[in-house]
């Protein structure tokens, strides 16, 4: 190593983070993971007495993410990605927890890069549409509107995500309401139902 190279301030530095450009896993200080099991999923499962019955420290997902600025810093950005393990809760799939960002208009990219999944979708007036993830899908998630991710296949589903430093997660509105549609198997398929099972 030239140390009159890193102590100078002109210096070429290498970058705090990199990425592997298959998995999009990413590498370097600060990057945080975080993990949610079975156990922490209570009540969002529609039948959450199948779901006392699985394995409660099954792995469900798992979250990368790179925040260089401390949360709620206006004018940064977060970056990350998430993995969610394939399987089902009865006939609902394995899914993260969703939240609408706390603060208004903060929007946010997914974008696909391994496995295959669905995006799930829900505006402010409560109408729930999907979008189809798989590697190379791009999806803008418009502020404002709640989103959960759904692993629909038989591998781990990975997405990347891009968003605001204060964009904020507000996780209470979709465990008290939830979505107003679940993604589940019917006859083989992923499917879009509405309501409560
Ligand atoms: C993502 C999500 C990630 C996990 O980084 O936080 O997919 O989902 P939950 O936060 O709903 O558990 C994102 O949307 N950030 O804003
Ligand atoms: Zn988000």
Not at 130 to 139: K, N
Not at 155 to 167: K, M, N, R
Request: charged letters at 25%; aromatic letters at 10%.
């Amino acid at each position: 190593m030239n140390t009159s190279q890193t102590s100078s301030p002109l210096a070429v530095r290498d970058p705090a983070l990199t990425v592997q450009l298959e998995s999009w896993k990413l590498m370097g200080e600060g990057v945080t993971l975080s993990e949610k099991k079975l156990k922490d999923m209570n009540g969002l499962f529609a039948d959450e007495e199948a779901r006392r019955l699985m394995d409660p420290e099954a792995n469900v997902y798992k979250v990368q993410s790179y925040m260089p600025v401390a949360e709620g810093t206006p004018g940064g950005l977060f970056f990350g990605n998430t993995t969610v393990q394939p399987g089902k809760v009865r006939d609902e799939y394995f899914m993260t927890r969703g939240h609408i960002h706390s603060k208004a208009r903060t929007a946010e990219y997914y974008w696909g890069i391994k496995g295959e999944g669905v995006l799930i979708l829900m505006d402010v007036n409560r109408v729930t549409w999907a979008e189809r993830v798989f590697p190379g899908s791009l999806h803008y998630i418009a502020g404002d509107v709640a989103h959960r991710l759904a692993n629909s296949g038989l591998v781990p589903f990975t997405i990347g995500a891009c968003w605001y430093s204060d964009a904020g997660h507000n996780y209470d509105e979709i465990e008290r309401n939830g979505f107003s549609a679940r993604l589940v198997e019917v006859g083989g398929v992923p499917k879009l139902v509405e309501g409560k099972l």
